[in-house]
């Protein structure tokens, strides 16, 4: 579990600066008590993709934002199962590099998060946005947060899942920093539904330490 860091810490984001696709599944699902990545991979991605889909009304003509993408697992569960358009979106020059042949569609793209500011400002609304264990990492979560909601149409569906304590990556390990990402998320949204990872699906602490929501803009 993320610990308060020391006055000292800094971000470092240079974790998610990972060599190869093995080395990418293991920071972006990382083993928790009673479960592996690799259980995890196989049994939690079609679940939340499930979750997108029973929520959302997707179809081949929908534009969905995958925030914090890593290397497109969710845009791939996703576009095999509802032909939507998906537009992956990272910090992390190396994940956007590996992303588009594991996703092996030409209905997705990986950009950066300027990218996707520059997007915006020329037009472009989605449908729907997910952000899968990413709000609890990133720097500043509030403007994170705010650029999910500009980047979606008027009344767009937002789905997040995330940890209660943020994980925080600093030189001093992971840390809780004490934002509440859900504080900020009903800045911006709506609460429609919260729910959590089944037992099977997240292992033994997972499940009591994330939530699972999904958010209308407002």
Not at 19 to 28: E, K, M, N, P
Not at 103 to 117: G, H, I, N, R, T
Not at 134 to 150: F, T
Not at 171 to 189: K, P, R, S
Request: glycine fraction near 6%; aromatic fraction near 8%; charged fraction near 25%.
């Amino acid at each position: 579990m993320p610990v308060d860091p020391p006055h000292e810490a800094h971000y470092t984001p240079q974790v998610f600066d990972v060599a190869d696709v093995a080395a990418a599944r293991r920071i972006i699902l990382t083993p928790e008590a009673g479960t592996t990545t690799d259980l995890r991979w196989v049994r939690e991605t079609p679940f939340l993709a499930d979750c997108v889909v029973d929520r959302f009304r997707l179809t081949e003509r929908s534009v969905v934002l995958d925030f914090g993408c890593g290397i497109g697992r969710m845009a791939k569960a996703l576009i095999e199962r509802t032909r939507c358009w998906v537009i992956g979106v990272d910090m992390s020059v190396r994940m956007r590099e590996l992303a588009p042949a594991y996703v092996d569609s030409p209905k997705f793209a990986a950009v950066s998060p300027e990218m996707l500011d520059l997007l915006v400002a020329r037009g472009l609304r989605v449908e729907a946005a997910l952000a899968v264990w990413v709000l609890q990492h990133v720097a500043r979560p509030g403007r994170d947060v705010a650029r999910l909601a500009g980047a979606l149409a008027p009344h767009g569906g937002l789905f997040v899942a995330n940890n209660l304590r943020r994980a925080v990556p600093t030189d001093a390990g992971w840390a809780h920093d004490g934002i509440d990402v859900e504080a900020l998320l009903a800045t911006h949204f709506e609460p429609r539904w919260r729910g959590t990872l089944p037992v099977e699906i997240g292992g033994d602490v997972l499940p009591q330490a994330s939530f699972l929501a999904v958010y209308r803009r407002l």
